[in-house]
């Protein structure tokens, strides 16, 4: 993105000075050369309307971008001046919104007085609580937090309260905690979530009477999710006894199997010594869409240390369950499955018997080949087309030696499969 902007400058001309001058000559030249450039340039931005500020607003662009890299501090601190002085000068409101924007790239806390004035500004607020954010400094933080208390429009208290969320400012936390029981909703909504980024842990009453009202479901106030954010916030700190006990409010208290897979995901953030039991016991749930949370959470916790824990659980298990475990440890390629992969293909069970046949593929080993082929002799058509298309996956050059050592033991509809498996793998030799 730099070097483009770098190569629009250049063509344009208006960065030429710095460019060709001699290093020497680029080392001396003085301050209020580049901060008189800028301000000319935005000088001749025109109010909305009456032309067209397109290469203007590139060129003041590739200045903001290209002072940001870290070789470049003076000439950052020198551009971010310039723009601090535009801003007073330039009229028009949409001018000055860009130039606030320009800031949020490169401006530090010494923009906040030239910042902080539009706060207040029906149009301006919205970018410049943006900028304040980016430079997040304990000025900046102070200044939204100054507007907050002096602000009488709805959108700009949306705005700062937002804001200060963003930037975790614990000192606002009263002035957030009140705007919880706005009439607004659109206000409620933003406090809610600005009061569970701040991730006080005294605030978790306030936000978990919140996710009870909504019945810990999703819904327009998003509290549930206020209440998610908040957990996650709380998980960051220490001890982590509160985050811990805010995921088994969640968790039991949702009915909805999206809110208790985020709190689900949250337990085992937060409680990892014990996250195996916590998934184990999550993926016997009689809910699809919240057993496939947790089997999915469970391949990203899978290791070689509990691989044989989650095959003493297929054991232990049949349907769905055990069908998950296998297609878990087929996907994580855990080869501490493979006994009971090979095992579950003569499964009775649809389900567990296809899901062995995917792991098999899954593990590409042609070890499970001739366990494959025999599975084919009394198998229905799904199972059948399933081993044709892992058979097409399986390195080895005695795959094809097996399959047709194989073809004339198999029943009319495998040796149709096998004989497209021969044709795609092996075209040199036809098949009759």
């Known amino acids: 993105m730099k070097k483009i902007l770098l190569i629009i400058l250049t063509c344009t001309g208006l960065f030429a000075q710095a460019q060709t001058l001699p290093a020497t000559t680029q080392q001396t030249l003085p301050a209020t050369g580049l901060e008189a450039k800028i301000l000319t340039l935005t000088a001749g931005l025109k109010p909305v309307g009456q032309g067209d500020n397109t290469s203007l607003q590139y060129t003041l662009s590739g200045y903001a971008h290209i002072v940001t890299d870290a070789n470049k501090e003076e000439e950052r601190k020198i551009v971010s001046r310039a723009f601090c002085k535009a801003l007073p000068i330039v009229k028009d409101p949409e001018n000055k919104a860009f130039i606030i924007s320009l800031l949020q790239i490169c401006g530090d806390n010494k923009s906040v007085p030239a910042l902080k004035v539009y706060l207040n500004s029906k149009r301006l607020c919205d970018p410049a609580t943006r900028a304040l954010v980016q430079i997040n400094s304990p000025d900046a933080k102070v200044a939204l937090l100054a507007a907050l208390k002096k602000a009488a429009v709805s959108n700009n208290q949306i705005s700062l309260i937002a804001a200060i969320g963003e930037v975790h400012y614990l000192g606002a936390l009263d002035e957030i905690t009140a705007f919880t029981a706005s009439k607004d909703p659109l206000i409620k909504r933003t406090a809610l979530l ?22 810990y479901n999703t819904d327009s106030t ?76 469970a391949g990203r916790n899978i290791t070689g240390d509990n691989a044989e824990q989650w095959v003493r659980k297929a054991e232990l298990s049949e349907g769905a369950v055990k069908a998950g475990v296998i297609t878990m440890l087929g996907a994580s390629k855990q080869t501490a499955g493979s006994r009971l992969i090979k095992n579950s293909l003569s499964d009775k069970d649809p389900r567990v018997k296809l899901a062995a046949i995917n792991a098999v593929g899954a593990l590409g080993t042609g070890e499970m080949v001739p366990a494959l082929l025999n599975t084919m002799k009394t198998a229905d058509t799904l199972s059948v087309t399933a081993i044709r298309d892992v058979l097409l996956t399986i390195r080895g050059l005695d ?3 097996r399959i047709m050592a194989s073809l004339p033991f198999q029943p009319p509809l495998a040796q149709t499969a096998l004989k497209e498996v021969l044709a795609i793998r092996n075209p040199t030799n036809k098949t009759d």
């Open 399 to 401: 795959v094809v030696s």
């Open 194 to 215: 600005a009061l569970a980024n701040i991730g006080d842990e005294d605030s978790e009453p306030i936000l978990a009477a919140a996710a009870e009202k909504s019945h």
């Open 222 to 297: 998003q509290a549930v999710a206020a209440y998610i954010l908040y957990i996650k916030r709380l998980a960051l700190n220490w001890p982590i006894g509160p985050a811990v006990a805010a995921s088994e409010k969640l968790l039991k208290k949702s009915h909805s199997p999206y809110v208790r897979s985020a709190a689900l995901e949250l337990l085992v953030q937060t409680r990892s010594k014990d996250a195996i039991f916590i998934l184990m016991s999550a993926v016997d749930d009689t809910v699809p869409q919240y057993r496939a949370a947790a089997f999915q959470l």
